[in-house]
């Protein structure tokens, strides 16, 4: 790869040096093919880059890609705005043309066709590379060829394999998976798709049935559902192909004789129903087991499936396969995780004269099983207590720390009548000794009825963010006193206890940290958001309030963390 061996500086600006960038990769493409950075400077450039340029590798590295080489048909500077290759380049997603023109260095305009993809250029740097080459003749105006559909190029192939995995290793959703995977295939090589999957109870399910019409892909779910068993030694293409032993071309001949499993009387549906001439089918599977087949179809495309194509749609399947496995394992995962949670946290008992609800929000990551928790159960004086709590750690220790902090409470605040400071230090010196928690923060207290209409709330509060309190006018304010010490640090001082009155109309809300906590801003800024929004939300429904508080404030991207709110309402008189 022409280059250059060490950085240096062009027009002012850093150059990386050239062995960063994989150089035996970019000359191996066998077309033109340059890396540009994040901010679109070109790093790194193959040789035949520089013949179809005209241009040494001395004059290309270094120098905005978009500015040296883009052009409009009439030869002008392509303006930003109008270039399709730098939308896609800082939206960091693959993306093709098949008629642009670059500038060659004698001046004239050179007429290519471009792919693009996300592509690391050394030491963990973000890039992007662009390879290009002449498009082919175009078909003279007239009757068209025989077979309308061409095959792709090797250059093409590997720009959709690699459109392939950026696009299905980006969801873990298996829905999501198989439309991107239909986009991908349909119309650019069939004019059919079909992905029948195996269950993870061996049953087989047409998942996808869908034929791209007038530029739209129509699904067509009068044909999927639920299909018959893999037959064990049947030769026929899809019975094969769902149990992995091979990919096939095939047609509607293959489907007429006599069938030898229910699995051929539906292809046999299917090809009556499609129409389609030709099919390729391929087993989509993982690394642990097949998953289902990929049938991909021809019908008023009047060019076969050829063995040729066989290698594209099985690498494509292929990959296919460690996404839906990728997608199904996460999704498994979370079920686990969730159902766990919700099992470990309790029902909220009903407490006459109160308004109560509670919600909790896992966190992303499915393999996270938080230590959030809440709890609200009758006391012996006719009181209810009121808990909330986190326990250090995200992961199954935390959970289970979450149910023994939350089981001794319940037996403290029963059979002790003492304060919520008293017990919240028994809970403490009792958890250094008989659990495996390190450490926790929680608040615990107790409501009971007092006079005209309000309720009486005492409190203890160790380490956990503040309650907050909301008028009926939507005056909110966060309750500071009771503050103290979290659980597990090993300091022998007195808990505080506080006590506040709660008029009619007004609403009190518990949380954990991850409604507050999020990257890109502090907590004081989590809090203000809580409270504004709380405010603004006072005069909704308790249910509507807690539901819409929980959507306005938890950062919705990269929070990693899980939520547990209880929030309750004193009824107006």
């Known amino acids: 790869m022409a280059g250059r061996e060490d950085g240096g500086t062009v027009d002012g600006t850093s150059v990386p040096a050239a062995s960063a960038v994989p150089a035996a990769a970019l000359e191996a493409i066998g077309a033109g093919a340059y890396l540009v950075d994040e901010k679109g400077c070109i790093v790194a450039v193959n040789a035949r880059a520089e013949q179809l340029l005209g241009r040494p590798a001395g004059e290309l590295i270094g120098h905005d890609a978009h500015d040296l080489l883009h052009r409009s048909p009439q030869g002008e500077t392509l303006p930003r705005t109008q270039c399709a290759m730098r939308r896609a380049f800082h939206a960091g997603r693959p993306a093709q043309a098949d008629e642009d023109y670059f500038a060659h260095a004698d001046g004239s305009l050179l007429p290519i066709s471009w792919m693009i993809t996300p592509y690391g250029t050394g030491d963990a740097q973000p890039g992007t590379l662009v390879v290009f080459h002449t498009p082919e003749p175009r078909w003279d105006a007239g009757p068209p060829p025989e077979q309308t559909a061409r095959p792709l190029s090797e250059l093409q192939r590997l720009a959709l394999l690699a459109e392939t995995t950026a696009q299905l290793t980006s969801t873990l959703d298996v829905d999501e998976a198989l439309r991107r995977l239909v986009g991908l295939v349909v119309p650019r090589l069939a004019d059919w798709a079909v992905v029948d999957l195996i269950t993870e109870r061996d049953e087989v399910w047409r998942a996808v049935v869908v034929h791209a019409e007038g530029g739209e892909l129509v699904p067509h779910e009068d044909l999927q559902g639920p299909m018959p068993p893999v037959p064990e030694e049947s030769p026929m293409p899809l019975s094969r192909a769902l149990r992995g032993v091979a990919s096939t071309l095939t047609g509607p001949r293959t489907y007429r004789g006599t069938p030898d499993s229910g699995i051929a009387v539906e292809q046999r549906r299917l090809f009556d129903a499609t129409g389609m001439h030709s099919a390729a089918i391929a087993p989509i599977r993982s690394t642990r087991a097949v998953l289902g087949a990929l049938t991909l ?14 290698p594209l749609i099985e690498d494509m399947a292929r990959r296919a396969g460690f996404a839906l496995d990728n997608a199904r394992l996460y999704q498994r995962q979370r079920k686990v995780a969730e159902t766990m949670q919700n099992h470990l946290l309790p029902q909220m008992p009903g407490v006459p004269g109160l308004e109560m609800t509670v919600r909790y929000l896992p966190a992303p990551d499915a393999s996270q099983v938080g230590g959030d928790w809440y709890d609200a159960f009758p006391l012996a004086d006719a009181s209810t207590a009121l808990a909330i709590g986190d326990v250090v750690g995200h992961d199954l220790e935390a959970a289970a720390g979450m149910a023994q902090v939350r089981n001794m409470l319940r037996a403290y605040a ?12 028994r809970l403490d010196e009792a958890i250094q000794h008989i ?7 929680m608040i615990f207290a107790r409501i009971e009825a007092a006079d005209a209409g309000h309720w009486r709330l005492s409190w203890t509060n160790a380490g956990h963010p503040p309650p907050l309190l909301i008028s009926k006018d939507g005056l909110a304010s966060y309750l500071t006193d009771g503050h103290g010490i979290l659980l597990g640090a090993h300091v022998d001082t007195p808990r505080p206890d506080a006590t506040a009155l709660l008029a009619p109309g007004s609403t009190l809300v518990l949380y954990t940290d991850g409604l507050i906590e999020g990257p890109g801003h502090s907590l004081d800024t989590g809090l203000r958001q809580l409270r504004r929004h709380a ?7 308790l249910t509507s309030f807690t539901d819409q508080l929980l959507r306005r404030v938890r950062p919705a991207d990269n929070n990693d963390d899980d939520v547990a709110l209880l929030a309750l309402r004193v009824p107006e008189s």
């Open 535 to 541: 405010a603004a939300l006072a005069h909704r429904p």
């Open 435 to 441: 659990t495996d928690v390190t450490m926790a923060t």
């Open 297 to 310: 179809g021809r019908g008023e495309n009047p060019a076969p499936f050829a063995p040729d194509d066989l």
């Open 414 to 425: 029963w059979s002790q009548h003492e304060p919520p400071s008293r017990i919240v230090e």
